[in-house]
Nanobody, 123 residues
Framework: QVQLVESGGGLVQAGGSLRLSCAVS????????VAWFRQNPGKEREFVAT????????YYANSMKGRFTISRDNAKSAVTLQMNSLKPEDTAIYYC????????????????WGQGTQVTVSS
């Protein structure tokens, strides 16, 4: 069993930065790939970024490449999403999710989810 708790959301002006954190608890954390997704009301949950259990492999949605960076510190059981050059369209609830073994960009592949953290980017 894995539990996830997000933190770090908030209100920021366009062009600014935010750093989201996902605390991962459970056994053998390094066996779980962790991803960030985001969602707005009435819309489907959207893939943002994912990182493999070892941290070697990372994948990003095209619109986040060059602006967002995902990283993890397994010793601290934490996954971080650094978001730079934020745009109003990045406004959403951001969720971290985990699955055993390989990383995936697909929502349905993830078994464990956090409660989400709100990110609001003002223009």
């Amino acid at each position: 069993q894995v539990q996830l708790v997000e933190s770090g959301g908030g209100l920021v002006q366009a062009g600014g930065s935010l750093r989201l954190s996902c605390a991962v608890s459970g056994r053998t954390v390094n066996r779980y790939a962790v991803a960030w997704f985001r969602q707005n009301p009435g819309k489907e949950r959207e893939f943002v970024a994912t990182i493999s259990g070892t941290g070697i492999n990372t994948y990003y949605a095209n619109s986040m490449k060059g602006r967002f960076t995902i990283s993890r510190d397994n010793a601290k059981s934490a996954v971080t999403l650094q978001m730079n050059s934020l745009k109003p369209e990045d406004t959403a609830i951001y969720y971290c999710a985990a699955r055993a073994f390989s990383a995936s960009t697909t929502v349905g592949d993830y078994d464990y989810w956090g409660q989400g953290t709100q990110v609001t980017v003002s223009s």
